[in-house]
């Protein structure tokens, strides 16, 4: 048997692969070349680009700036009790390093329902401060229990944001002494411009009105603050630096706080000012000033309501005892100053008066439209004669009556710490040149004479003239700060010939001891000197004054009491309010009572 032996199998040789192969390793190569160079640009983009935001975001993450913001000083008042100090309070903050600015709208949003503050108004700050600051922001002070409790419900949504407990402007004795104190609140966008070069930080708060003004530097202390290392929870693991905070220094006033209350008290919710004042070196005792407003309301984020509730309560914010107001009849201390220091009239000077004297055609009344007989300088004083006056004025004319006005300190701030102050106005030719287009008429003199026409003084001004008188011939300064300088530093002699302080001084007795002012003469206070006004204000009601110092031999005190538009006459309006304020002083262990409105036989 033959076996057929089958043919060989041949391989056929493969198609070629060395031209694809390059290929594949080319493609291989140029993307690893565009993912390595994606790469290496997304590494220098955080490198370069964002390399020191990121580097603080890593710091973030185990580094924090916390900044402390320092105690407020004290205001004090001269014996040391308390006026204005500090609380403790929840204020939020945001860390606008925490978060990427795309991350923080949710959270924004939410913080502005628990805190019912405008979502707009938490990103404005937010921007402010910038989101790359690693500066804690506030956004919120004086925050609620409950709203405390609802932002710790919600943490999960609020990375970045922190509560902490901080010191507040708190004011013990509510509204008492409002327009002196002042109040705090964080500083505006335009005052923190004007005034970053001295320290000032967003969200700092700052003195707005009275002594925390004017005293702001003393009060204010130096801020502080903690560099801290945090754990991956944010608690902290260990301190890395502190700077400690300095406290304000305290201010001590001249005020006394039971004064204080018993003027308050004794003018009540009427409108107007009460000023108490030591007549020997210008110390402040005690300021009133009605309307008030509650200085507590703005140690925390003040409502749209409550700030319009406050600006419909009749200027609540203006100080009415360093604003000017005609002096009406206790400007006759002037006129009677000038009268005799010029040498045209002597002390024992008799005039006759009438119920009125014609001037240019203008009849000139006296207040009680019948005259009072023949009268000298105390005499008139005592009842306040207008026709007497009118008569001085005309001879000695405005030449001799406006410097004399002048240098009692009418027309120019008293310069007391308070930069609510007006200066008032003493006018004259030139003035009513420039604001009215004519001259100064002798009728001007005359209305002048009895504290009325363009004259403006302050309840505090006024206070500085009865001072006058009262110690014997110096114009004082009035001031709020304690300290220990003898009296002489604080006032000027107005060389008055010893007749004229004489005539002065027996004229406000007599006003007392039988006069307008016969509502102070009574026992409970030493023997007294005072005059009365009544100033007209057409078209409305009239202002009311009464001055008054005591004790007559040797005065410690005088109080000065003015109601806007109240109505009545000095004598019976201001008069009891004085009185009651003097029974303070020399009865302090007495207990207060609100002023009863005592109507004398006579007022003015």
């Given amino acids: 048997m033959t076996l057929t032996q089958s043919p060989p199998i ?29 790469i290496g640009g997304r590494l220098a983009y955080l490198q370069l ?3 020191n935001r990121n580097r603080q975001l890593a710091e973030n993450n185990r580094i924090r ?25 929840h204020s939020v903050f945001l860390w606008p390093l925490a978060r990427k600015q795309s991350e923080w709208p949710a959270t924004l949003n939410r913080l502005s329902q628990i805190l019912q503050i405008p979502e707009a ?51 013990p004795h509510g509204d008492l002494a409002a327009h002196v104190l002042g109040y705090t609140g964080e500083m505006s ?60 220094r305290d201010v001590r006033l001249t005020l006394d706080l039971k004064l204080q209350k018993a003027a308050e008290t004794a003018l009540g919710d009427r409108k107007g000012a009460i000023v108490a004042m030591d007549p020997n070196n210008g110390a402040v005792l005690a300021m009133v000033s009605r309307p008030a407003f509650d200085p507590n309301l703005f140690s925390t984020r003040i409502t749209d309501a409550q700030w319009q509730r406050l600006q419909s309560e009749d200027h609540p914010f203006v100080n009415r005892a360093v604003q000017g107001y005609p002096p009406a009849s ?47 300088f105390a005499g008139a004083l005592k009842w306040s004669s207008d026709t007497f006056f009118y008569q001085i004025a005309m001879g000695i004319g405005d030449q001799t009556l406006i410097p004399w006005t002048r240098r009692y300190g009418f027309g120019q701030k ?49 206070a500085v003239m009865f001072a006058v008188p009262a110690n014997g011939g110096y114009k004082v300064k009035p001031h709020l700060f304690k300290d220990n300088e003898a009296a002489r530093n604080w006032r000027e002699s107005l060389q008055l010939r ?32 005072g005059k009365s006004g009544t100033a007209e204000d057409f078209g409305r009601e009239s202002h009311t004054w009464f001055g008054a110092y005591a004790p007559l031999d040797k005065p410690q005190v005088l109080v000065v009491a003015f109601g806007e538009n109240s109505g009545g006459g000095g004598g019976s309006f201001a008069a009891p309010m004085v009185r009651q304020v003097l029974e303070a002083y020399f009865n302090p262990k007495k207990t207060v009572n609100q002023a009863a409105a005592i109507e004398p036989v006579l007022t003015d």
């Fill in 498 to 529: 010893p007749e004229t302080v004489d005539v002065l001084r027996a004229g406000l007795r007599e006003v007392v001891d039988g006069g307008t002012g016969a509502a102070l003469n009574v026992s409970t206070i030493p023997p007294t000197a």
């Fill in 121 to 171: 108004e938490i990103q404005k700050r937010l921007e402010q401060a910038g989101y790359t600051s690693p500066y804690l922001v506030r956004i919120a002070r004086g925050v609620s229990p409950a709203q405390v409790t609802a932002l710790a419900e919600y943490s999960s949504e609020m990375e970045g944001v922190e509560v902490d407990a901080e010191a507040v402007r708190y004011y």
């Fill in 414 to 462: 008293t310069g007391i710490e308070l930069p609510e102050e007006a200066a008032g106005l003493v006018p004259d030719d030139a003035w009513k040149r420039k604001e009215l287009g004519e001259g100064w008429y002798l009728g001007d003199t005359v209305n002048m004479s009895i504290g009325q026409g363009f004259l403006q003084s302050t309840p505090l001004q006024v």
């Fill in 65 to 89: 700036l916390i900044p402390k913001q320092p105690e407020r000083g004290k205001i004090l008042d001269r014996g040391g009790s308390i006026l204005a100090g500090s609380r403790l309070s």
């Fill in 10 to 38: 041949i391989q056929q040789p493969a198609a070629r692969t060395v031209g694809r192969s390059y290929q594949s390793i080319a493609f291989m190569l140029v993307v690893s070349l565009l993912m390595l160079g994606g």
């Fill in 49 to 51: 680009v964002e390399g």
């Fill in 189 to 248: 966008d335009e005052e923190l411009e004007k005034r970053k070069d001295e320290g000032y930080r967003l969200g700092d708060v700052i003195g707005q009105m009275g002594v925390e003004s004017a005293y702001e530097k003393q009060l204010r202390g130096e801020w502080g603050g903690q560099q801290v290392e945090v754990d991956g929870m944010g608690q902290v693991v260990r301190i890395l630096g502190e700077k400690q905070t300095q406290a304000g």
């Fill in 330 to 376: 206790t400007f006759k201390i002037v006129t009677t100053t000038a009268a005799i220091e010029s040498n045209k009239y002597s002390p024992d000077t008799v005039l006759n008066t009438y119920p009125s004297i014609t001037v240019g055609g203008i009849e000139f009344g006296d207040w009680n439209r019948a005259g009072f007989g023949v009268l000298g």
